[in-house]
């Protein structure tokens, strides 16, 4: 009998499977598409040998049967249709006490609707949220737990020996709380990864297009600044400015059009639903909904009067004018946490989070470090360092702000992050006009000071 099974074997199923299998945790795997084939992973257990004792599957039944009780059913498939059909199927095999572990990006609001669901049939529920991607996965991954705290008590062993070593000596996973709160974790972790690709990706581009810079020259900016910043996201993208494909650069030749998986819309949702500001996430979304305009953004270009540009950029005060967009990113998403455990009477730990996102995950990075040791990250608006820090390097974004404005660069969330201390820093907001107008014809009353 083995002691896992994985439902959804995938890029990062497959690394799971190995990492797992490389752990010495026993395994079964199956997979829909593995059905009708004799043996689907021939070619996976020849380049890898630690996926020589993983037992592999054609029929769901078989794959079941081929647990020990109670199951630890691993699923990972895409979030939406195809992981509520899995839940849906397991739902009606499995046994009393068995835990279904949904390790996709699910919803929030859709994993609370299936721990209902699944726990009316007896069966246990964990929602976990995994970053690191397939790499990430085999090296140790970031995994923030919810759901059902007794099902959690009997995978933790296993998810301590598969995680990475935290900032303070501990793994990279945790348990949030119940039902939807670490898939709800992994939501806010995509939230802050979305606005700091879109930080690095506008850094790139007002150097590049300042004529001033080219990848090489780029590329070792960055690998000077991760010197202490240790962004996982800064170095693959110096790994992606260096790449070339057929003696041209990567990024010379593919197009600008940017998916998303759907957990940045979900966590802007939130912060309507908790009336949190969002505005540096909102701005990285609405760049890769712009961004798929292409056909309008090329007939639109044509009208416009292109000037050649070329610009000096002070790398000092580009790479102070990021540190400060960075730490309003970690402001919002902290904001957004915090409004979630008064609203749903919840209670996420700030600390414990970044904890769990100190190693193995997408985001990982001093800052997190930095903000773990010597922010009060569970009360940020009332730290007086990050204002100060904030301060500090407010006049650096001003000059990245009005240097990219007078060269016509769009650069996404900087104006939200200058715009968002502004108004946290102010006394008097434009607000005063907003309620007097209320007042005067929706009959609201007034608040005098
Ligand atoms: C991670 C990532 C990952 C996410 C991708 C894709 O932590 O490993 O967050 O889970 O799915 O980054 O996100 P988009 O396709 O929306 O860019």
Not at 99 to 126: E, F, H, M, Q, V
Not at 156 to 178: P, V
Not at 179 to 207: R, T
Not at 306 to 313: D, E, L, R
């Amino acid at each position: 009998m083995n002691n896992w099974g994985i439902v959804g074997i995938g890029r990062i199923g497959l690394s799971m499977a190995r990492k797992m299998s490389d752990k010495s945790i026993n395994l079964s795997l199956y997979d829909k598409i593995f059905e009708n084939k004799s043996d689907p992973i021939l070619e996976e257990k020849k380049l890898y040998p630690e996926l020589k004792k993983v037992s592999v599957f054609n029929d769901i039944l078989n794959f079941i049967e081929s647990i020990e009780r109670p199951r630890k059913i691993l699923i990972l498939v895409p979030s939406g249709n195809p992981n509520e059909q899995v839940i849906s199927k397991l739902i009606t095999i499995l046994s009393d006490n068995d835990i279904i572990i949904d390790a996709g990006n699910t919803n929030p609001l859709i994993s609370y609707r299936n721990k209902l669901k699944i726990a009316k049939n007896n069966i246990l529920y964990l929602g976990i949220g995994v970053s690191g991607g397939t790499q990430g996965v085999l090296e140790g991954p970031s995994i923030m737990v919810g759901g059902d705290n007794s099902a959690f008590k009997k995978v933790k062993d296993d998810l301590s020996l598969i995680t990475s070593k935290t900032i303070e000596n501990s793994k990279s996973y945790d348990f949030f709380g119940d039902s939807n709160q670490g898939h709800f974790v992994k939501m806010i972790h995509n939230g802050i990864e979305y606005v700091e690709m879109q930080l690095i990706a506008s850094i790139y581009k007002l150097l590049f297009d300042s004529n001033n810079y080219n990848n090489q020259s780029i590329a070792q900016i960055f690998e000077d600044w991760n010197n202490n910043l240790n962004s996982y996201l800064i170095d693959i993208s110096t790994q992606k400015i260096l790449e070339k494909i057929d003696d041209k650069y990567l990024l010379e030749k593919i197009d600008d059009v940017a998916e998303d998986n759907g957990t940045g819309r979900w966590m802007l949702n939130y912060g309507v639903e908790l009336g949190c500001s969002l505005s540096m996430l909102s701005s990285a979304m609405d760049t890769r909904f712009i961004s798929k305009l292409q056909s309008e953004r090329n007939e639109i270009n044509k009208n416009i009067k292109q000037s050649s540009k070329k610009y000096k950029v002070d790398v000092n005060s580009l790479k102070s004018a990021y540190k400060f967009c960075s730490l309003v990113n970690f402001i919002q998403a902290f904001c957004l946490i915090n409004a979630a455990n008064k609203t749903y009477n919840w209670n996420i730990s700030i600390s414990k989070v970044l904890n769990v996102w100190s190693n193995g995950s997408i985001i990982k990075s001093s800052l997190i470090n930095d903000l773990y040791s010597n922010y009060s990250v569970e009360n940020i608006l009332s730290d007086k360092k990050i204002i100060k820090d904030l301060n500090h390097c407010k006049s650096d974004v001003i000059n990245i702000i009005m240097l990219s404005l007078k060269n016509d660069i769009s650069i996404p969330c900087f104006n939200d992050a200058l715009n968002y201390f502004n108004s946290i820093s102010s006394n008097s907001l434009s607000t005063k006009m907003i309620q007097a107008q209320r007042n005067f014809f929706g009959s609201h009353s007034i608040k005098i000071k």
